[in-house]
Each structure stands twice: as structure tokens, then as C-alpha cells.
């Protein structure tokens, strides 16, 4: 291969990856997928890492750790190859106007050390800030909760000539608090309009990684001083602004072995080789400018981060707050999660949704049940299946259909049968336990016009009742039913210590 | 008719404000003009006058065993008593079967009309020159209970689409004298079919008692099913007056006696390896709500009433029944 058709074979597999991970998520979103595989979240070694302090395991871990010992021979190739947020920055790049493209930066881009440096010692202090800061995550959700049903609402059609029947499947979805993944996502394809990659090269820990692992790493960009004229026309398109002004020296941790500056060089002067570190030294270490000053801030700023998780700012435990089932206790459970999303994108019925922060600002983004949206279907393990991290525990059928989410409660002021001595009978039609959590009380009662009426009375029996929530979802009293599903009442108590 | 009647009312009652002003003369003139559809209506699409009348006859096919063979036997006879498959289903016409999809259950649980007799009259149709879809509109996720309930397999099987309803398709119709509703909402499709085949399976069910064939039409109804099932007796009514059901194929193979319609196990089933036949959706219910649940028909609201708007009678003795034994 010529060396300029090294940009063009990089982009190329960048976009097929993109296209794995967009494709992966419309994928999964069939209701009848196989969901084993959800491999995206496993690439990113800053979970696997996070997690590893926090105590979970995620699941095809050996991608993510493979990857990171690429790194080490290639360089920091998963930012411009792999990395789908990545991807989509510089897709974004054609349409945001960066104000000043080839900046040179020399000390701000310590910040995503710190950065990892915090979450680290947040985690260590028991807070998993993954799905706060991993960028396989944000992409996630920014495609699976904010773009994907959008594209799907509106490019419904279209999207039915490659995949039959999609247009009518059982369309429109939509995530309850969608608007804040959104806001993320926006804003870190925004940052652009300062300066190029900006989140890569200044926010992302994941990036930070791969930084301090890439100062070691022996795929190492050289220039031939004899060809070389200075030209400057590889500073120039360097997205990374990670060569001098003068073109022969590299950053080597900011280089994400893109071959841009391959294609930009005319005169045939630059060369990626396989190198020992130390006979091509990069012009700057990942840890350059971090100061004491700076670790003093990581240490308070963790420090208050994760004191979120002590009682003001805590989850409130919210008896509305339904988990999907299988899910480990409560604050496991915020623990384990990285927030990903996948549950979310899986779920058949759009039952699932992010928290913001009725769950505590520790339980951001973490997947909650809205029975009036979507209601868990009796017969389907599919998030338990897919979690990555085991946040939600992988049940067998016949446990999912006994283990109880929640527990449904009848607010009788507004059922219409209890207030209105009319019979509707939804919630007891569509219950699927086996032996009807809900049944029908047969009575004769005085209705307002003082007629004596037979009515058939909801009841629910508590014991039975899994909290699978579909009653509150068909039950046809306007705004919030007449049924509502909550926490079983005994663990109520949780924040009364 | 009916709101010139009413505002005539009107104004006897009121008494001494009998004087009719420009206003209200052309209020009421507006009100005839829009009386015109509403009153026309049941003479132009008086849907039940041939059928209800001319059709009184229910084949009962029943077998000893439940398998492929035995049903696919149990249509032949069925259809054959019927008059021919041929009596309903033209060469080239658009053929709709409306099986009961309505939930995420497997066949065994009798939630959902066996795949097998599904397959069977979808091939019988096909081999008739028709152009078959079956379709539902289903309680749960469509994706999941096509899947789970095996139609989706049969209908590749037998060679026929099997296709999701789409939810921007609905479309309003005046319910000719509608007990409760004034306009339902009708799937396209059905409305631009030349003939439905509904085939629901016989299962208990709380509020209507049982869900037969009369019920499982509120599968190509549109809008909110929960307030559907407030007055539900009433609205079953005015389904099977808005829509019209050229066949019905009752299975009645495996039956759900109690808990339905979405759950129940396997001590609720019950195997009375029965088929039946026919074309009043009212006498269909009445048979089968008598012979195989033992329920006295003028028990069950929808029976009673549909009974008294005049669309069949539910005095099983004045049916002619032909019974068959495969």
C-alpha cells in the first residue's frame, strides 16, 4: 500500500466499526435479536479498569484488554480506528467550523489525566463514575436514547426496504428523560468549534489510557530530515495537534496513528516504523504540566463527587423507582452499572428509561421501569441477558416470572369500577401470572344514581403480584391509571435506616 | 333524522321561546345537512341485511387426536359443508385471516390460535388463488407474539404474508346504529379486503366472559383498547356491526376454562378437539359459549344485546347444526 492510501484504509475501518455499532444497536432493538453479545461497552479498558476498583467484571473483558496491549505496539489507534464517539466527532468536523483548527496545546491537555486520575480515586472511594465519562458509553447513549428513535420515528419507510415490516413493528419508541443524554452528546460534538477532537484531547480518560499506555508504544512517527522542507502542511491537518510547529517532532501520546499527515506530506518525508521508544523520543510525556496545585483539586474534587453518595445527595430511594428485574440492591446496583444503555435498547416493550436524578445523582442514566410507557413483558430475560456488567442479574424464565420487581396498588378514588360502579376489567385481562394477580371481586353495589349494580371489583393480591407493571400500562384512566406499581412495601423503609 | 327529531324537541320544550330567528333557522339548516350522512348512512352500507338473514347454518367439526393431519382434515370436511372454500374466497381476491395473536405466549398455553389450523386454511386460501395476509393487532409487543405464538412460522410455511399492523393506517368508520360507539377506527386493509377469515380460539375471559369470535375483532380495531373495555359488552357490539366477517373458524381444539385470557396453566386447559364453522359471528359465539364452556348464551352481555339489535338469534335449538367426526 502507498503511504497516502494509509488515511483512506484508516477511514474506512473507522467507518466499518461505526456501522458495526449503529448496526449493533438497530439490531438489538429487534425484539427478537440475540442479545448475548453486546460486545461495544467491552472495548473500553477504562471500564474494565473502573470496574476491576469497584468490584464487577465486565463481561468478553479479554477485547478491551486486548486492545489496550495493541496499544502498546500501535499506539493510541483505538481514538481514530475504533472508537464511535471518536468517529462521529469527526464526521461532525465537515459540519461545525472550528475556530482555530491546528491549535497547539501545551498544557490543557493534562486535563484528562486528571481526570482519570479523579474517577480513579472516586472509584476507590466507592463511586463507579464509568457511565459519567467513558466515552463508549456517552455514544451510547446518545445514539440507542436520543438519535435512534428519532431516525426510527421519522425514517420509519425508508428504513423498511432493507428491514421488512420495520415501519409497523411496534413503532414509535421513545426514552423518558432522553433530552439530557442528548445535551451530552451535543455538547461533545460542540466542543469541536473551539478546537479539533476537543473531548478527545482534553476530556476523555478513556483517551488518557491510552495516552500514558502510547508514550511506550513502538509504532512511532518519523520524519526523514534530508526530504522535510518545514512546509507545515502536516501541522496544519494534524486533528490531534500532536506535531510541533515545525512537523518533525510528535507527541507521541496524542498521535492516534490516523496517517492524515501521510497523506498531507508531499514530499514523502514522514514514515510510521516500528521503533523502541527510546531511539525516537516524542517531544512531550503524557504527565507534562500536571502540577501540585492539580492533584491537590482531583483530590477535593473526588472527594465531594463522591460524597454524592452519602444521604443528601443519595438516591432517594424512591418507592417509584421500579429496577428491571433482576437487579442487584439498590446502591449494587448504581455500583455495577456503567450506564450503557443497552438494557434500554433491548427492552421489547420500551419499558426501560434513564434516571436522572429522582435516583440520586449517583444513579444517573441508570435504567429504570416506566410502566406507563412500557410494562416488563412476562416472557423475556433480554436486559438481564445483555448486561455487560451484571448490574442486572441474568435470570432463567421461570425465575424472571417469579421475581418480584415491584408490586401493583390500586388507587380506587380513581379506578372506574371502585369510583364509578362500571365494570372495566383491563388490568385483571392483562395480568400474566399464572393464577391472576389480580382477580375480580363480583358485588352488588348502590352506584351515585342510587341503583343497586353488579360490579366487577379489581383486588390485587400482593402475594402473587411481580410488579411486571403491565396493568398500570393498559389501564385506561387517563394520566398517571388508576393502578400504579410500586416497590414492595416492606422494602419501603430503606432510607429510615 | 335523529337530530332534527331532537331539535324539534327542543323547542317544544323551551315553550314560549318557540320563535325560530335567523340563527337557529340556520343552525337548522346546518343540522339537516349533517343529519343527511348520519341518517343515509345504514342504508348505504347496511353491512348485515344478506348475510345475517340468508346464512343460518354452523358445521361442527370434531376429531379424535389433535395433530397436523387430523386438523388439516378437520378444515377439509369443514370448509367442504361450508359450501367450498370456493364460496368465499375468489380467484384473485385479497384474503385477510385474523387469527388471535393478542399475546407473548407459546401454543400450548392456548392463548392463541394454533399455528397449525392457521397454516392450514392459509394454504387452503392460497390454493384457491387468493392473495392471503394474516394479520393482529396484538396486546403485546406484534414482533413478539407473531414470533412466539408460531403464526409467523406457519404463515412462511404455508407460503402467505404474515404482516405487522402499522399504526398510521387506521381508519375511521361510522358504526351504523352503534349501541356506545358513534366511529370506531378500522385497519385499512380490512376495510379494502374481499374477504376476512376470523379465527379466534375459544378462552375464557373475565369481563366478556369468553373471548370468542366476536371479541377477537377488536384485533383490527385502532385507538385505546383500554377504554374499549369499559362498556365492553356494548363495544363488542358495535365492532361486529362496523366490520364485516365474510368466514368464522372458531378453534376450539384446545380451550382455556379459566384465568384467560393471558394466563392460566395447564390444569385450566382443556382439549375438546373441536372445529366450528360458520358465518353469523353471533350464532358462532352462541354454539360455542353453550357446547363447549356450558354457558347459557342469554348469560353473556354481548350475546344478549347483539341478539336484541337483531344480528342472529342465541336460541341454540333454532339452529340447523351439521356435526361431523373426523
Known sequence: MKSKHWSLFRAIIQLAFWLIFVGSIVYLHDPLSDVRYGLYPSLSIYSIFIGSITGHTLKYAFLGIAIALLTVLFGRFFCGWICPLGATIDASDTVIETKAKNKQLKKITRIKILILLATLLIAFLGFNATGYSDPITIAYRGYELFLYPFISYLGSEPLSWVLPGYAARDYPFYYYNWIWPAIIFIGILALSLFFKRFWCRVLCPLGAIYALLSHFSLLRRTVDADKCVHCGACVKGCRMGALSSDGTGTIEHECIKCFDCLKHCNYGAIQFRFLPPYKSKSIAHPAQGITRKDLLVVAGSSLMIASTRLTLFAASHESYIIRPPGALPESDFCNACIRCGQCMNVCPTNALHPCMIEAGFYGMFTPRLVSRIGYCDFSCTRCGTICPTGAIQKLSLAKKQTFVIGTAYIIKDLCIPWSESTNCIVCEEVCPVQNKAITLDRKVITNKKGEAVEVLLPVVHTELCIGCGICENRCPVSGGGAIMVRKPKLTMGDSYG | ?326
Not at chain 2, 366478556?208 to 373495555?229: D, E, P, Q, T
Open chain 2, 1 to 326: 333524522m335523529v337530530k332534527i327529531v331532537c331539535c324539534v324537541k327542543q323547542y317544544n320544550n323551551t315553550g314560549e321561546d318557540y320563535m325560530v330567528t335567523r340563527k337557529s333557522f340556520l343552525n337548522n339548516i346546518k343540522d339537516l345537512l349533517m343529519a343527511i350522512p348520519v341518517a343515509g348512512l345504514p342504508w348505504l352500507k347496511n353491512i348485515y341485511a344478506k348475510d345475517m338473514v340468508s346464512s343460518r347454518d354452523l358445521v361442527v367439526v370434531k376429531a379424535k387426536t389433535i395433530t397436523d393431519a387430523s386438523i388439516a382434515a378437520m378444515v377439509k370436511v369443514g370448509l367442504q359443508e361450508m359450501g367450498g372454500i370456493e364460496r368465499f374466497v375468489k380467484r384473485g381476491s385479497k384474503v385477510i385471516i385474523k387469527p388471535n395473536i393478542a399475546f407473548n405466549s407459546t401454543p400450548d398455553r392456548a392463548h392463541t390460535t394454533n399455528p397449525s389450523l392457521v397454516e392450514t386454511v392459509a394454504r387452503i386460501c392460497k390454493n384457491a388463488g387468493a392473495q392471503v395476509t394474516i394479520m393482529d393487532r396484538p396486546v403485546h409487543n406484534a414482533r413478539l407474539c407473531y414470533h412466539s405464538s408460531r403464526i409467523e412460522e406457519a404463515a412462511k410455511r404455508a407460503g402467505v404474508n404474515c404482516e405487522y399492523m402499522n399504526r398510521d393506517r387506521f381508519k375511521t368508520v361510522h358504526v351504523p346504529q352503534g349501541l356506545n360507539l358513534d366511529t370506531v377506527d378500522v385497519y385499512e386493509e380490512i376495510l379494502e379486503a374481499d374477504c376476512i377469515i376470523n379465527m379466534p380460539i375459544a378462552k375464557h375471559h373475565n369481563a366478556a366472559m369468553v373471548s370468542l369470535s366476536m371479541k377477537n375483532l377488536m384485533g383490527v380495531i385502532g385507538g385505546n383498547r383500554g377504554f374499549y373495555h369499559v362498556n365492553l359488552h356494548r363495544n363488542i357490539v358495535d365492532f361486529n356491526k362496523a366490520v364485516k366477517v365474510h368466514l368464522i373458524i372458531m378453534d376450539g381444539l384446545r380451550i382455556l376454562t379459566k384465568h384467560g385470557p393471558s394466563s392460566g396453566g395447564p390444569e385450566d386447559i382443556k382439549e375438546t378437539k373441536t372445529i366450528i364453522f360458520g358465518i353469523n359471528p353471533v350464532m358462532v359465539d352462541t354454539y360455542t359459549a353453550h357446547y363447549l364452556f356450558g354457558i347459557e348464551p342469554s348469560s353473556i352481555g354481548y350475546l344478549s344485546l347483539a341478539s336484541n339489535a337483531g344480528m342472529g338469534s342465541i336460541n341454540v335449538n333454532t339452529y340447523s347444526v351439521i356435526t361431523k367426526t373426523v
